[in-house]
C-alpha cells in the first residue's frame, strides 16, 4: 500500500484560505489588546472570559502531552469526539462521491454524521464474535473509500477488536483508519496511540466523557501525525474549545490519581455485574466487556425493558441493533445503583 496524505484530502480544503483570527495574526506579548472587538471593560463572571480562547488549546494540549505521552503537534482538540468525526468527514470525503466503511454493530455517530455530510456509507457488519469480517471489509474497499473506522472497545458489543486485526487493515488500506478508543481507559488492550510513528493512516479518538468524568465539557481528542492535524485545524471553528472547558479540564487533568481510582472501581463493579446478571434465570448471555457497560442478553426483553422503567431505571435497549438481538445495554453506575438494578430484576425473577 502507498499512504498519499496529500491525494486523500478533498481539493476545495487544500486549496481552502482558513479563517485567520485576531489571536492568529497577532502572538506576540502585548499589554494592550484592541484587535478583537472584545469588552475591554471586563465580563460578569471572571475577568478573562471577556477574552477569545486560544484556537489551539496550547497550553491544555501540553498538559494532555504528558499525561498520554504523545508530543502536542500529534494532537487535535474538538467539542467531543463527535466534532472529530465530523471534521473528518469534511476534511477527507467529497459528498456524493467519496465512501467509508462502518463494522456494525458500533457507534451511531459515524453513520449519522456521513448521512448528513452525503458520504456514502458501507458495512462490514461484525462476525458472531463480534470480531471484523476482514474478508468482507476487503471486498468493500475502492479508489474513493476514504475512512474505515473501528471502535474498539466497540460499542454497544463492549469487547475490544484484535489488534492484529487491526493492524491487518492499517497496513492494507491507503485511506485513513480511525480506531476509536472512547472506552480504551476500561480495557486490558493497549491503546493504538504508541504505534502512531509506525501507521501515517491511522488517526486514534479518545475522548473526556467517559473515564474522565466529564461529558458535560466535551471535549474529544485525536492523535494523528502532525499533517492531518494540521487539516483538521485548518478547519475546524477558530474557537471551538471554549475558554470554561479549557480552564476546568486544566483542573481535571491535575486529578489523574483520583480517575484511575474510579476506573479501576467501575472496571471491579463491571466484573462482579457480571457475574451476578449472568446468575439471573432472565439472562440467557453476558458478554465480556472491556468498556464501562455491559451487553447482556435477555429471554423477555421487551418485558424487562418495561419492568426497569416502572421501577425507574433506565437501560439502553438494542434489541433491534444487529447482532444484539433480545440485549440490553446496561452502563455500570455507582455501586448503590447497581444494587437496586439488580434487586430489581430478583423481584421480577420473583
Ligand atoms: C461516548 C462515545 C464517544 C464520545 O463522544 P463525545 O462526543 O466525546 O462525548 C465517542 N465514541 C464512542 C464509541 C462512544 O461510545
Given at each position: 500500500m502507498s499512504f498519499n496524505l496529500s491525494q486523500l484530502i478533498r481539493n476545495n480544503i487544500k486549496n481552502l484560505t482558513p479563517y485567520s483570527s485576531a489571536r492568529d495574526e497577532f502572538k506576540g506579548e502585548a499589554s494592550v489588546f484592541l484587535d478583537a472587538n472584545e469588552n475591554s471593560l471586563g465580563s460578569p463572571l471572571m475577568k478573562w472570559y471577556n477574552r477569545y480562547p486560544d484556537p489551539y488549546q496550547w497550553?491544555?494540549?501540553?498538559?494532555?502531552s504528558t499525561v498520554k505521552g504523545i508530543a502536542s503537534q500529534h494532537i487535535f482538540l474538538g467539542n467531543g469526539s463527535d466534532e472529530c468525526i465530523d471534521l473528518l468527514y469534511r476534511c477527507f470525503c467529497n459528498p456524493g462521491k467519496d465512501n467509508i466503511i462502518i463494522c456494525p454493530p458500533t457507534y451511531g455517530m459515524y453513520e449519522v454524521s456521513a448521512n448528513i455530510n452525503d458520504i456514502e456509507i458501507r458495512k462490514a457488519p461484525l462476525m458472531d464474535d463480534f470480531q471484523l469480517d476482514l474478508v468482507h471489509l476487503e471486498t468493500l474497499i475502492d479508489t474513493n473509500t476514504k475512512i474505515i473506522w473501528i471502535c474498539s472497545p466497540n460499542n454497544p458489543t463492549g469487547n475490544s477488536i484484535n489488534h492484529h486485526d487491526v493492524e491487518m487493515v492499517l497496513n492494507n488500506f491507503d485511506g485513513l483508519v480511525v480506531v476509536d478508543e472512547a472506552y480504551i481507559n476500561f480495557a486490558r488492550q493497549k491503546s493504538f496511540v504508541g504505534l502512531l510513528t509506525d501507521y501515517p493512516n491511522l488517526v486514534v479518538l479518545q475522548t473526556l466523557s467517559k473515564a474522565w468524568g466529564?461529558?458535560?465539557?466535551?471535549?474529544?481528542?485525536a492523535f494523528a501525525s502532525e499533517e492531518i492535524i494540521t487539516v483538521l485545524n485548518k478547519v475546524k471553528p477558530p474557537y471551538n474549545i471554549n475558554q470554561a472547558t479549557q480552564d476546568l479540564v486544566l483542573k481535571a487533568l491535575e486529578e489523574v490519581?483520583?480517575?484511575?481510582d474510579m476506573i479501576k472501581e467501575i472496571v471491579d463493579m463491571r466484573d462482579a455485574l457480571a457475574e451476578v446478571f449472568a446468575s439471573l434465570p432472565s439472562v440467557e448471555k453476558v458478554y465480556p466487556s472491556d468498556a464501562n457497560f455491559l451487553l447482556v442478553k435477555i429471554k423477555d426483553v421487551r418485558k424487562v425493558y418495561q419492568y426497569l422503567l416502572t421501577r425507574g431505571i433506565v437501560v439502553r435497549d438494542r434489541s433491534?441493533?444487529?447482532l444484539c438481538d433480545n440485549c440490553l445495554r446496561i452502563t455500570i453506575g455507582t455501586e448503590k445503583e447497581n444494587t437496586l438494578l439488580v434487586d430489581a430484576l430478583l423481584?421480577?425473577?420473583g
Open positions: 497550553k491544555l494540549k501540553e498538559v494532555i466529564l461529558a458535560a465539557l466535551r471535549l474529544g481528542m490519581g483520583q480517575v484511575n433491534n441493533v444487529l423481584e421480577l425473577e
